[in-house]
C-alpha cells in the first residue's frame, strides 16, 4: 500500500491538541458517544501565573495523567522517547511511521515544529510540539496530518516527507543540547470491543467537584496540584488574568488570550451538548430553565470569544468590562443550574 488514510472526525473538543487528536479517533464511533458525555465536566486553571511568570492554563480537567498517556480507554496505546529510536537512521524515520500507519496505528509524532510550514512558528524559534500523522502517499512524498495552523485553526494537511525529518533532526539536536525535555512518541490504535454505558455517578461526582471547586480524581495515584483551581473557581483567575492584560502586567508570561475563551466557550456548549444526549436518551426529563439556561450560557461564551478576536484585530478597551459582566454573570448563573441537573440526575 503506498496510500492510506486512517478515518478520523471532526473532534467535537479543539482547545487543546491532547482532545483533537484523541477525540478526532474515537469520536466518530457511536459506541464511545456515552463515554464521552459521562466525562469533560470539570475545569482547570493555573492559579500562580502571575508569582512565578508560569504560562496561564485554563482547560478540561480528567485527572492525571496528560490525555495523551493511556486516559481514552477506547485507544490502545503504546509509546516511545528518541533514545528507544536513536538507531534509525533519519531515512528509516518515514519507513518506520508508514509501517504503523499500515498497521491502523495512529502516531503523535514530537518534533520541533517550526520546521513546518504550516506552523505558526514556522522559521521562527523551536518549538517542541506532537504531530498527529494519520496518513501519507509514498509516491507524493507526504504525510496526511492533523495540527493547529498558521492561523491557529486546527485542520487536516500536508506535510512533506522533507519538513518532516527536518524537524525530527532539529529535535534530536535539540535533545542533546539539553534545551528540551523528550515528551514522548504516541501511537494509538482504536479498541472496538471496550463497552463502557454512561456513568450517571461518574457524573454527579464530577459536577459536585465543579461547583466545589476541588477534584477527587485519581487521587489515589496523584495528589491535586495546589497550584490549580478547579471548576467555579476558575472564574476567579480568568478574571486576574484578563485584568493583567488591561493593565498590561509585566508579570504576565505567555500570553493565550482567546484560546482561554476558546476553552470556555466549548466548556459550556459540551454542557449544553451532554444535556441534550440526557434528556434524548430519556436519562433525564426535559427541562426547559435548563436546557435554554445552558444554551444562553454557551451563545454568550462564543460571542464573548468573538468579541475578543475582533478586539485583537482592532482595539476595544470596552471588551475588558464585557469580560468581568460575563464571568460574574456565569459565576452566578451556573450552580443553579449545575444543582438542577443534579437533582435531576439523582430523580
Not at 81 to 104: C, G, H, M, S, V
Not at 292 to 319: C, F, P, T
Request: hydrophobic fraction near 35%; glycine fraction near 4%.
Amino acid at each position: 500500500m503506498n496510500a492510506v488514510q486512517l478515518p478520523l472526525s471532526n473532534p467535537p473538543l479543539k482547545g487543546f491538541l491532547r482532545w483533537g487528536y484523541t477525540l478526532s479517533i474515537t469520536s466518530r464511533h457511536e459506541v464511545t458517544i456515552p463515554w464521552f458525555y459521562s466525562n469533560f465536566i470539570q475545569l482547570s486553571c493555573t492559579k500562580k501565573f502571575l508569582e512565578d511568570g508560569r504560562q496561564c492554563y485554563v482547560d478540561f480537567f480528567r485527572g492525571q495523567p496528560n490525555e495523551l498517556n493511556f486516559n481514552n480507554p477506547f485507544l490502545l496505546t503504546c509509546n516511545v522517547n528518541y533514545t528507544f529510536l536513536e538507531n534509525l537512521a533519519l531515512d528509516d524515520w518515514l519507513k518506520f511511521f508508514a509501517d504503523q500507519i499500515r498497521n491502523e496505528y495512529y502516531c503523535i509524532v514530537f518534533l520541533d515544529e517550526s520546521k513546518l510550514s504550516p506552523a505558526a512558528c514556522y522559521q521562527q524559534e523551536p518549538f517542541p510540539h506532537h504531530l498527529f500523522l494519520y496518513g501519507f502517499n509514498w509516491e507524493e512524498r507526504v504525510f496526511y496530518a492533523s495540527m493547529f495552523d498558521h492561523t491557529g485553526v486546527y485542520r487536516n494537511l500536508e506535510i512533506s516527507f522533507e519538513e518532516f525529518l527536518d524537524a525530527v533532526n532539529s529535535m534530536k539536536k535539540l535533545l542533546k543540547e539539553g534545551q528540551t525535555s523528550d515528551h514522548h512518541t504516541y501511537f494509538y490504535k482504536y479498541e472496538p470491543e471496550f463497552h463502557y454505558p454512561f456513568d450517571k455517578i461518574a457524573v454527579i461526582d464530577q459536577l459536585r467537584d465543579y461547583l466545589n471547586g476541588e477534584t477527587r480524581l485519581n487521587r489515589i495515584n496523584y495528589n491535586p496540584d495546589e497550584n490549580e483551581a478547579f471548576g467555579i473557581r476558575v472564574y476567579d483567575y480568568l478574571q486576574m488574568y484578563y485584568d493583567a492584560v488591561e493593565q498590561n502586567d509585566p508579570r504576565l508570561g505567555m500570553r493565550n488570550d482567546v484560546r482561554h475563551l476558546h476553552l470556555l466557550w466549548e466548556h459550556k456548549k459540551m454542557m449544553s451538548d451532554r444535556i441534550e444526549y440526557l434528556v434524548n436518551e430519556g436519562i433525564i426529563p426535559y427541562d426547559e430553565e435548563l436546557s435554554e439556561g445552558y444554551k444562553d450560557l454557551a451563545k454568550r461564551a462564543m460571542k464573548l470569544r468573538d468579541q475578543y478576536i475582533r478586539h485583537e484585530i482592532r482595539e476595544d478597551k470596552e471588551v475588558f468590562e464585557r469580560l468581568r459582566l460575563r464571568f460574574n454573570q456565569f459565576r452566578d448563573e451556573e450552580p443553579v443550574l449545575l444543582q438542577k441537573l443534579i437533582a435531576l440526575l439523582e430523580g
